[in-house]
């Protein structure tokens, strides 16, 4: 009898309250998304060949949307591309002049080509491979990540690099291969093993 009635009390009790959460970080939320990218190399260890920053932004103040900074062979050189190709207008222009512009003047002072209207499809599994294919008038750009190593988290609180206020968390699984491919042609520069990575639920804060 004491068994059941034990029985029929802890059924009736309410649950015990769930446990305070802990407080959002304190500042200001510009965008969260996705940000891989690709390091190309005229040697291990040399300097940058090709640089592509993609973009797959799920918030931001001006809404969600893509863009693809894609810089490739040295300035003025025969060949050369440094391109941004977009979807949404305004997030190009918030992530160009508001976001990345506001510390790396390289953004506004070296501007790119912009290619509005483009296309933007993903493949594979981000397990083994994954895939990024960028597509606008005049543009097809196809990016790959190999060899995906373990994932690893990554905090970089606001304030903590002298180069770059925004304080960055991610999910960043290093690539062991990467590659470039612009109008069917491989982008110039060697990919070395850990310096490309994919960037996921990569937030940005100051």
Not at 37 to 64: A, C, M, N, Y
Not at 86 to 114: I, K, W
Not at 172 to 180: D, H, L, T, W
Not at 193 to 204: I, K, Q, V
């Amino acid at each position: 009898m004491l068994h059941l009635l034990a029985l029929v009390l802890s059924t009736t009790q309410p649950a015990a309250p769930p446990p305070n959460p802990t407080p959002p970080r304190a500042g200001r939320v510009y965008l969260s998304g996705e940000n891989p990218v690709v390091f190309l190399f005229d040697r291990p260890g040399g300097e940058t060949e090709t640089f592509v920053s993609f973009w797959r932004i799920h918030w931001s103040p001006v809404g969600p949307g893509h863009v693809c900074y894609v810089t490739s062979g040295r300035e003025k050189s025969p060949g050369a591309v440094r391109v941004a190709l977009y979807d949404n207008p305004e997030l190009f222009a918030y992530l160009t002049n508001d976001v990345l512009g506001s510390y790396n003047r390289a953004y506004v002072e070296r501007p790119f080509t912009a290619v509005g209207g483009a296309t933007f499809a993903t493949g594979g599994d981000a397990r083994a491979e994954r895939r990024e294919s960028c597509r606008a008038p005049g543009y097809a750009i196809e990016l790959a990540w190999r060899a995906l190593r373990p994932a690893a988290l990554v905090d970089i609180l606001p304030g903590s690099r002298p180069t770059n206020p925004f304080g960055i968390t991610y999910l960043r699984i290093p690539a062991g291969e990467a590659s470039v491919t612009i109008d069917g042609r491989a982008a110039p520069g060697v990919s070395v093993p850990d310096e490309s990575f994919l960037a996921f639920g990569e937030t940005w804060i100051k």
